[in-house]
């Protein structure tokens, strides 16, 4: 069987997604179109399809909450925003993404010295 980088670079975008949410609604609340907006101008390609069920599970869990607010363009937007356990949640994510960064960048420099 060929390798296929393309799978395993889908299955990290997947693993990071959670986390790149988080990042976007910690300094403030967000639209779900405004989420995707920044996700891809960070290069990480993101659909509605993906993105909804997502946020739903995260508000589920109790990282999320939203807030309706009305729009001069249409109907009510659904704007999410952290919750106190989300915020705890990110601070843990981010401890466990240096240690990742960390490692990575040990086994990739191991060689050099």
Known sequence: MPFNSDKIKSQMRKGLLEYCIMLILHEQSAYSSDIISLLKNASMIVVEGTLYPLLT????DGLLSYKWVESTQGPPRKYYSLTSEG?????ELESSWS???????????????
């Open 99 to 113: 240690g990742i960064i960390n490692t990575i960048n040990h086994l990739k420099n191991r060689n050099e010295k």
């Open 57 to 60: 599970r995260l508000k589920n």
């Open 87 to 91: 915020k705890r949640a990110l601070k």
